[in-house]
């Protein structure tokens, strides 16, 4: 069985400042890890997953994720945050199975003031 | 190259009636899955299809939901006798494999149940 938790469901910063947004996740086997961003009335974008190898994982506009085994999370981050930035922002994991299935976390919104 | 396509994009429907959603996959992917997203939260997991064959429907409410996805078209999610509590966002993503094979994901379609 697999789960994810996302902490915190509506996260604010200003312009500029980090972003962090928490992601923890069970899972029985070794997960595949994703973060997808969902703009208002579209569908999910994936920012970045992690599978295997390296455990801190770029991805598309400046984000990144670092796979922590140990503490089985799998936190998102950006040093400078921007207003296009604002959306919804889902954790997801993935079973090393042929069930192929995702499940994901319920979502946080961000928020970004000038 | 295409992305997901989900048709139609918005879906009215009374109470009782047939909604049919349709989705076409990424071209060269054979693998969709459907998903549910209610309002203020995640999505969930409803069925995960290969060619003609269900796969996984682990999610799918045991009664009036049905999927497939047939040799030739594109897969249909049907739901029938519609209910209020229907009404939601339905997400189809494809892939090319399992695990942690990217799902890309389609913009959705948004049922509404009067």
């Known amino acids: 069985a697999q789960s994810v938790t996302q902490l915190g469901s509506h996260v604010s910063v200003s312009e500029g400042a980090l972003v962090l947004l928490r992601c923890n996740y069970s899972?029985?086997?070794?997960?595949?890890l994703f973060w997808y961003v969902q703009y208002p009335n579209q569908g999910l974008q994936l920012l970045l997953k992690?599978?295997?190898?390296?455990?801190l994982v770029k991805g598309i506009n400046g984000f990144e994720a670092e796979f922590k085994k140990s503490e089985t999370s799998f936190h998102l981050t950006k040093p400078s945050a921007h207003m296009s930035d604002a959306a919804e922002y889902f954790c997801?994991?993935?079973?090393?199975?042929?069930?192929?299935?995702?499940?994901f976390g319920d979502g946080t919104t961000l928020t970004v003031k000038p | 190259n295409a992305g997901v396509m989900q048709n139609p994009r918005h879906l009215v429907r009374r109470r009782g009636q047939e909604a049919r959603l349709r989705c076409s996959p990424m071209?060269?992917?054979?693998?969709v899955y459907w998903y549910r997203q209610l309002p203020e939260e995640g999505l969930k997991f409803m069925v995960y299809?290969?060619?003609?064959?269900?796969?996984?429907e682990s999610g799918m409410p045991k009664e009036r939901f049905s999927a497939e996805f047939p040799k030739e078209g594109p897969s249909i999610l049907r739901i029938q006798q519609v209910v209020r509590g229907d009404s939601a966002a339905y997400f189809c993503?494809?892939?090319?494999?399992?695990?942690?094979?990217?799902?890309?994901f389609g913009p959705g379609t948004r049922l509404t149940v009067l």
């Open positions: 299809l290969q060619k003609e064959n269900i796969i996984d």
């Open positions: 993503a494809s892939s090319s494999g399992t695990g942690g094979d990217t799902q890309y």
């Open positions: 997801a994991v993935s079973e090393n199975t042929n069930a192929g299935k995702s499940t």
């Open positions: 992690y599978t295997t190898g390296a455990t």
């Open positions: 071209k060269g992917h054979s693998h």
């Open positions: 899972s029985s086997v070794p997960p595949y």
